[in-house]
């Protein structure tokens, strides 16, 4: 899927969806955007739009390859056989490989048109960030006010948003967590019998880079409140976190 991204706000709504258009037509790949239910689908809040005249700029009519017309019938199965199935699937691998670097074009370009940055890895104060935390979607806003309080107490934490998810961004990663942190990446999933699947993902990742911890919470639409993102630095600074297991999000026992 490309991109898959998770949003933070109503207004990243709008922009992703024209940017995965514009992606997703010329990669020839379906796109995702995925944004929290009720939270974002149901809230009220400005958003910036644009003159369809600039849309139009930005995303013209997709003119596509081939076209169903009764004049010039074809053919069109949904089966591939294993002479053609292997083949198929390393052209959409090869083409997620690509795909990186079309987001990071197209975001820029997007960037220009309206002033609004998108990135795969949005940096709260992380830069010299001793605790940090990883999430997808609205919980950054939690962790953010979290960072504020520890920042005034004299404690260096940062928070990271992950907007992009599919191709995953490991670079970006790298590039962004400092040497030595203490990162708790936080789900809001749990693939059972494994456990956060970002998370899972962020340790292939970043390998000794950073100590990480993986955090589930906020299952079912569970609210992620400040404090609760307070208690995940809390854990992380008086190192009651547990690096081989899941750190379950004040679950009810």
Known sequence: LLPYTTLFRSQEVFDTTILAYKVAEQMLLPAMVVLDAFVLSHCVEG?????????????PAYAPKVTLDPNEPHAFGGMM??????????????SMEQASDLIKVEADNWEQLTG???????????????VLTLCLGTAFGAFREAVDQLRAEGIAAGALQMWQYRPFPAQALKDIIPPDAKLAVVDRACSFGQG?????????????QASIYGYIGGLGGREIMPSSALSVYRALLDETADPDEINWLEVRQ
């Open 196 to 208: 956060g699947p970002v998370g899972s993902e962020v340790k292939a990742a970043l390998g000794r």
């Open 47 to 59: 958003v910036e739009l644009l003159a369809q005249e600039q849309i139009d700029e930005y995303l």
């Open 81 to 94: 056989f294993p002479d053609c199935f292997m083949e198929q699937r390393y052209k959409i691998q090869k």
């Open 116 to 130: 609004r940055k998108l990135e795969a890895i949005k940096s709260y104060q992380a830069e010299d960030a001793e």
